[in-house]
Protein backbone atom coordinates (compact mmCIF):
# COMPACT_ATOMS: atom_id res chain seq x y z
CA UNK A 1 0.00 0.00 0.00
CA UNK A 2 1.49 3.45 -0.71
CA UNK A 3 2.59 5.82 1.62
CA UNK A 4 0.25 8.49 2.82
CA UNK A 5 1.31 11.53 4.71
CA UNK A 6 -0.87 12.54 7.44
CA UNK A 7 -2.99 15.33 7.11
CA UNK A 8 -2.75 18.07 9.49
CA UNK A 9 -5.45 18.70 12.05
CA UNK A 10 -8.20 21.28 10.93
CA UNK A 11 -8.43 24.71 13.01
CA UNK A 12 -11.02 24.33 15.63
CA UNK A 13 -13.47 26.89 15.63
CA UNK A 14 -16.21 27.15 18.28
CA UNK A 15 -19.19 29.71 17.76
CA UNK A 16 -21.40 30.76 20.42
CA UNK A 17 -24.32 32.84 18.84
CA UNK A 18 -28.51 31.99 20.27
CA UNK A 19 -29.58 33.05 16.68
CA UNK A 20 -29.69 29.87 14.92
CA UNK A 21 -29.58 31.22 11.04
CA UNK A 22 -26.30 32.94 12.31
CA UNK A 23 -24.91 29.74 13.84
CA UNK A 24 -25.53 27.60 10.82
CA UNK A 25 -24.69 30.07 8.14
CA UNK A 26 -21.51 30.92 9.42
CA UNK A 27 -20.77 26.94 10.77
CA UNK A 28 -21.40 25.79 7.17
CA UNK A 29 -19.01 28.88 5.48
CA UNK A 30 -15.93 28.14 7.86
CA UNK A 31 -16.64 24.29 7.08
CA UNK A 32 -16.47 24.79 3.80
CA UNK A 33 -13.01 26.77 3.86
CA UNK A 34 -11.85 23.90 5.87
CA UNK A 35 -12.31 24.55 9.21
CA UNK A 36 -13.97 22.16 12.07
CA UNK A 37 -16.81 23.99 13.65
CA UNK A 38 -18.64 23.55 17.02
CA UNK A 39 -22.08 25.37 17.33
CA UNK A 40 -23.43 26.63 20.97
CA UNK A 41 -26.37 28.26 21.68
CA UNK A 42 -25.43 29.83 24.88
CA UNK A 43 -22.99 29.66 28.00
CA UNK A 44 -23.72 26.65 29.58
CA UNK A 45 -23.60 24.68 26.06
CA UNK A 46 -20.03 26.85 25.43
CA UNK A 47 -18.58 25.40 28.73
CA UNK A 48 -19.20 21.88 27.36
CA UNK A 49 -18.00 22.42 24.40
CA UNK A 50 -14.76 24.22 25.85
CA UNK A 51 -14.33 20.54 28.27
CA UNK A 52 -15.05 18.34 25.10
CA UNK A 53 -14.20 19.60 22.03
CA UNK A 54 -10.51 21.62 22.68
CA UNK A 55 -11.50 24.70 20.25
CA UNK A 56 -8.57 26.63 18.97
CA UNK A 57 -10.38 29.69 19.04
CA UNK A 58 -14.62 31.35 20.61
CA UNK A 59 -16.69 33.26 18.09
CA UNK A 60 -18.33 35.07 20.66
CA UNK A 61 -21.56 36.64 20.68
CA UNK A 62 -22.14 39.81 22.89
CA UNK A 63 -25.72 39.53 23.14
CA UNK A 64 -26.63 36.19 24.52
CA UNK A 65 -29.90 34.25 26.89
CA UNK A 66 -28.53 34.51 30.57
CA UNK A 67 -25.04 35.22 30.96
CA UNK A 68 -24.02 37.91 27.68
CA UNK A 69 -20.96 37.53 26.11
CA UNK A 70 -19.04 40.31 28.13
CA UNK A 71 -19.37 38.15 31.35
CA UNK A 72 -18.39 34.84 29.27
CA UNK A 73 -15.20 36.57 28.28
CA UNK A 74 -14.13 37.23 31.36
CA UNK A 75 -14.85 34.29 32.76
CA UNK A 76 -13.45 32.69 29.94
CA UNK A 77 -9.98 34.97 29.92
CA UNK A 78 -9.77 34.28 33.80
CA UNK A 79 -8.75 30.72 32.31
CA UNK A 80 -7.60 30.45 29.51
CA UNK A 81 -5.81 32.35 26.63
CA UNK A 82 -8.01 30.64 24.08
CA UNK A 83 -8.45 33.97 21.62
CA UNK A 84 -12.39 35.19 21.52
CA UNK A 85 -13.38 37.31 18.52
CA UNK A 86 -16.18 39.12 19.73
CA UNK A 87 -19.76 39.60 17.57
CA UNK A 88 -21.87 42.72 18.46
CA UNK A 89 -24.85 43.71 16.70
CA UNK A 90 -24.53 47.29 19.02
CA UNK A 91 -23.18 49.90 16.93
CA UNK A 92 -21.99 51.91 20.10
CA UNK A 93 -18.33 52.28 20.30
CA UNK A 94 -18.14 51.84 24.01
CA UNK A 95 -19.45 47.90 23.85
CA UNK A 96 -16.82 47.02 21.31
CA UNK A 97 -13.82 48.59 23.66
CA UNK A 98 -15.85 47.10 26.69
CA UNK A 99 -15.20 43.71 24.90
CA UNK A 100 -11.41 44.53 24.19
CA UNK A 101 -11.17 45.65 28.27
CA UNK A 102 -13.02 42.18 29.68
CA UNK A 103 -9.46 40.17 27.12
CA UNK A 104 -11.68 39.46 23.17
CA UNK A 105 -8.64 39.63 21.32
CA UNK A 106 -10.70 41.61 18.46
CA UNK A 107 -14.58 42.21 17.60
CA UNK A 108 -16.66 42.09 14.49
CA UNK A 109 -19.99 44.46 14.22
CA UNK A 110 -23.22 42.83 12.68
CA UNK A 111 -23.82 42.56 10.20
CA UNK A 112 -20.84 41.56 8.24
CA UNK A 113 -19.21 40.03 6.08
CA UNK A 114 -18.57 35.69 6.00
CA UNK A 115 -14.73 36.38 4.73
CA UNK A 116 -14.04 39.44 7.02
CA UNK A 117 -14.33 36.73 9.95
CA UNK A 118 -12.85 34.30 8.34
CA UNK A 119 -9.90 36.88 7.60
CA UNK A 120 -9.90 37.99 11.07
CA UNK A 121 -9.62 34.33 12.36
CA UNK A 122 -6.89 33.21 10.32
CA UNK A 123 -4.83 36.16 10.86
CA UNK A 124 -5.42 36.07 14.95
CA UNK A 125 -4.53 31.95 14.60
CA UNK A 126 -1.41 32.67 12.46
CA UNK A 127 -0.14 35.70 14.90
CA UNK A 128 -0.81 33.15 17.51
CA UNK A 129 1.39 30.30 16.00
CA UNK A 130 4.31 32.42 15.14
CA UNK A 131 4.90 33.54 18.77
CA UNK A 132 5.95 29.47 20.03
CA UNK A 133 7.02 29.28 23.21
CA UNK A 134 10.28 30.65 23.38
CA UNK A 135 9.31 33.24 20.32
CA UNK A 136 11.97 31.10 18.72
CA UNK A 137 15.06 33.04 20.00
CA UNK A 138 14.85 33.58 24.12
CA UNK A 139 12.66 32.10 26.81
CA UNK A 140 12.76 34.83 28.98
CA UNK A 141 13.17 38.65 28.22
CA UNK A 142 13.84 41.47 31.12
CA UNK A 143 12.61 44.97 30.28
CA UNK A 144 12.42 48.11 33.32
CA UNK A 145 12.63 45.34 36.05
CA UNK A 146 9.85 43.06 34.35
CA UNK A 147 10.05 39.18 33.34
CA UNK A 148 7.89 37.85 30.57
CA UNK A 149 7.87 34.43 30.58
CA UNK A 150 7.85 33.48 26.87
CA UNK A 151 7.14 30.01 27.48
CA UNK A 152 4.55 30.16 29.73
CA UNK A 153 3.36 33.54 28.44
CA UNK A 154 3.68 34.78 32.19
CA UNK A 155 4.81 38.33 33.17
CA UNK A 156 6.39 38.61 36.37
CA UNK A 157 6.71 41.77 38.27
CA UNK A 158 9.57 43.19 39.87
CA UNK A 159 8.81 41.85 43.31
CA UNK A 160 8.37 38.47 41.80
CA UNK A 161 4.36 38.77 41.98
CA UNK A 162 2.77 36.88 38.19
CA UNK A 163 0.70 38.94 36.26
CA UNK A 164 -1.91 37.33 34.08
CA UNK A 165 -1.87 38.63 30.63
CA UNK A 166 -4.94 37.98 27.92
CA UNK A 167 -3.45 36.42 24.64
CA UNK A 168 -3.72 39.58 22.84
CA UNK A 169 -2.12 41.28 25.76
CA UNK A 170 0.72 38.93 26.12
CA UNK A 171 0.98 39.14 21.63
CA UNK A 172 1.21 43.00 22.12
CA UNK A 173 3.57 42.78 24.74
CA UNK A 174 5.98 40.20 22.47
CA UNK A 175 5.86 42.62 19.58
CA UNK A 176 7.09 45.36 22.17
CA UNK A 177 9.87 43.31 23.34
CA UNK A 178 10.70 42.38 19.78
CA UNK A 179 10.95 45.97 18.46
CA UNK A 180 12.11 47.98 21.56
CA UNK A 181 13.26 51.70 21.57
CA UNK A 182 11.45 51.55 18.36
CA UNK A 183 8.25 53.55 17.37
CA UNK A 184 5.60 51.39 16.14
CA UNK A 185 2.43 52.97 14.20
CA UNK A 186 -0.80 51.56 15.21
CA UNK A 187 -1.65 49.46 12.17
CA UNK A 188 1.64 47.91 12.65
CA UNK A 189 1.03 47.10 16.35
CA UNK A 190 -2.49 46.06 14.98
CA UNK A 191 -0.82 43.97 11.57
CA UNK A 192 1.92 42.39 13.98
CA UNK A 193 -0.22 41.79 17.36
CA UNK A 194 -3.42 40.73 16.15
CA UNK A 195 -3.22 39.75 12.37
CA UNK A 196 -5.45 42.18 10.57
CA UNK A 197 -5.17 45.85 9.42
CA UNK A 198 -5.98 48.60 10.86
CA UNK A 199 -9.79 50.45 9.62
CA UNK A 200 -10.70 54.19 9.86
CA UNK A 201 -11.37 55.13 13.76
CA UNK A 202 -10.62 51.51 15.39
CA UNK A 203 -9.32 51.75 18.60
CA UNK A 204 -8.53 48.24 19.53
CA UNK A 205 -4.70 48.57 19.64
CA UNK A 206 -5.47 51.78 21.92
CA UNK A 207 -7.42 50.15 24.17
CA UNK A 208 -5.51 46.95 24.14
CA UNK A 209 -1.88 49.47 25.56
CA UNK A 210 -3.96 51.06 27.69
CA UNK A 211 -4.70 47.50 29.32
CA UNK A 212 -1.29 46.90 29.36
CA UNK A 213 -0.20 50.00 30.69
CA UNK A 214 -2.14 49.26 33.75
CA UNK A 215 -0.70 45.46 33.87
CA UNK A 216 2.80 47.16 34.22
CA UNK A 217 1.47 49.84 36.47
CA UNK A 218 2.65 52.39 33.90
CA UNK A 219 0.80 55.89 34.36
CA UNK A 220 -1.20 56.61 31.59
CA UNK A 221 -0.47 60.30 31.89
CA UNK A 222 2.94 60.10 32.24
CA UNK A 223 4.41 56.45 30.75
CA UNK A 224 7.92 55.47 31.41
CA UNK A 225 7.23 52.10 29.90
CA UNK A 226 5.79 52.08 26.68
CA UNK A 227 5.22 55.73 25.71
CA UNK A 228 3.01 57.54 23.14
CA UNK A 229 4.57 58.92 20.14
CA UNK A 230 2.26 62.07 18.67
CA UNK A 231 1.11 60.88 15.54
CA UNK A 232 2.94 58.36 14.99
CA UNK A 233 2.17 55.42 17.75
CA UNK A 234 3.80 53.87 20.87
CA UNK A 235 7.36 52.63 21.72
CA UNK A 236 8.70 50.33 24.50
CA UNK A 237 11.10 52.63 25.93
CA UNK A 238 13.41 50.01 28.07
CA UNK A 239 16.41 47.85 27.41
CA UNK A 240 15.52 44.75 26.98
CA UNK A 241 17.63 41.58 28.33
CA UNK A 242 17.32 38.09 27.15
CA UNK A 243 17.94 36.07 30.20
CA UNK A 244 18.55 32.75 28.26
Known amino acids: MPYKPAMSRPDHVLIVDDDEEVRRLLGEYLERNGLRVTLAVDGAEMRRALESANPDLV ?3 LMLPGE ?3 ALCRD ?6 LPVIMLTARVDEVDRIVGLEMGADDYLAKPFNPRELLARIKGILRRTRSLPPGGGVAHRVRFAGWTLELTT ?3 VAPD ?3 VPLSGAEFRLLSVFVEHPNRVLARGQLLELALGREREPFDRSIDVQVSRLR ?3 GDDAREPRIIKTVRSLGYVLAAVVERLD
Not at 76 to 81: I, K, M
Open 160 to 162: GLV
Open 214 to 216: TRL
Open 68 to 70: DGL
Open 153 to 155: RQL
Open 59 to 61: VLD
Open 76 to 81: LRARSN
